[in-house]
């Protein structure tokens, strides 16, 4: 780690940083969010005398991706961070101002204070996966979105006509995005395989298996609650003193990818998956309702993908009967 730290307020157009010196000195400047202002940024901190910089940004989306990946290239630690800490860190130090200067120095100071984990960007061959994935994501829901509006009552005929062209081209495009997908992955025999195993799991298809693999592959999880804690999946206790008792309840607070793949799968799992539905059979007679069983085998359905992909062998009923 560094001593000199910058935070970095990202947008679609622009990025804010504020760099916070060894020395105690502060700078700020902006710069266009494509490569003529990452190169400005780089001859920024040359002149500032600033690198190594440990740099910080938030995890929003593709916005801040080939930025935090040119600074990695260029040799400077980065750290891309849940949104959610650095807005836990602004309210612990009661911030009411919000701008994208002031944004910017409260992620420099996040980074000094908390020296969160360094990042390190995916393969291109994952990132490539990755980009195809969430783009079929995104188009399946502007399917479902017009299905919907296909069945209200009253359409004129030339918005039908229209809802129905629409919902043909999406699912044209689906398609091909489909096709793109199988194709990248019989170029890449490394990631079929990894897809292989994860496909070994009773419950988990190959569409779901390629959303397991483009959020969870090639992430630095040591043990099977640190992805469910990623995917927001793990029980949070509302208890305090004598008076606050709530029921705990997810978290939700992580990688909802995860989270909406693995529902249907676990439905399925609990029928047909003989782990998985010994598991819910014994929630049930323990008087956990519905909606917390299937929480708990989406859990159990991550860690055995974890296991899978982390010990390189495909499921075994009986192996994991016996740990269960």
């Known amino acids: 780690m560094t001593d000199n730290v910058l935070g970095i307020d990202i947008a679609k157009g622009k990025f804010d940083v504020v760099l916070m010196r060894a020395d105690g000195k502060r700078r700020w400047r902006t710069f266009a969010n494509r490569a003529e202002g990452f190169e400005a ?24 991706l080939a930025l935090a990946t040119f600074l990695h290239q260029a040799g400077q630690p980065v750290s891309v961070v849940n949104p959610a800490c650095i807005k836990a860190f602004a309210d612990s130090e009661l911030k009411r ?12 100071r996040f980074c000094r204070a908390m020296r969160p984990a360094l990042w390190q960007p995916p393969s291109p061959e994952l990132a490539t996966l990755q ?25 004129t005929a ?11 081209l999406l699912e044209e495009e689906m398609k091909r995005l489909r096709s793109q997908i199988e194709d990248h992955l019989k170029g890449h025999p490394r990631l079929k395989q990894q897809r292989e195993l994860l496909t070994s799991i009773i419950g988990v298809g190959p569409t779901t298996a390629n959303v397991l693999l483009a959020e969870i592959w090639e992430r630095d999880f040591e043990k099977a609650r640190e ?23 997810l978290s ?5 990818r995860l989270r909406k793949a693995l529902y ?47 010990h390189q062998r ?9 740990r269960a």
Request: glycine share 8%.
């Open 97 to 108: 101002t919000k701008t994208d200067k002031v944004d910017a120095g409260l992620i420099a």
């Open 41 to 64: 940024l780089r001859g920024w901190l040359d002149q500032q005398g600033a690198r190594p910089v440990h740099a910080c940004l938030e995890a929003t989306g593709t916005y801040g």
């Open 264 to 310: 249907w799968p676990a439905i399925v799992a609990m029928r047909y998956n003989p782990v998985l539905a010994a598991f819910a059979r014994r929630l049930r007679e323990a008087g956990k309702p519905k909606m917390v069983a299937i929480a708990a085998v989406m859990r159990k359905l991550l860690h055995l993908a974890f296991g899978v992909l982390k």
């Open 314 to 322: 495909p499921f075994d009923p009986n192996w994991t009967a016996c």
């Open 158 to 168: 030339p918005v039908k006509e229209s809802l129905v062209r629409t919902r043909e």
């Open 131 to 155: 980009g195809l994935v969430r783009r079929l994501e995104s188009l399946q829901e502007m399917a479902v979105q017009e299905r919907n509006r296909l069945a209200a009552p009253g359409l």
């Open 252 to 256: 939700k607070k992580g990688n909802q």
């Open 227 to 249: 992805v469910a804690a990623y995917a927001g999946l793990v029980p949070q206790e509302r208890q305090s003193g004598s008076s606050v008792r709530g029921k705990a309840r």
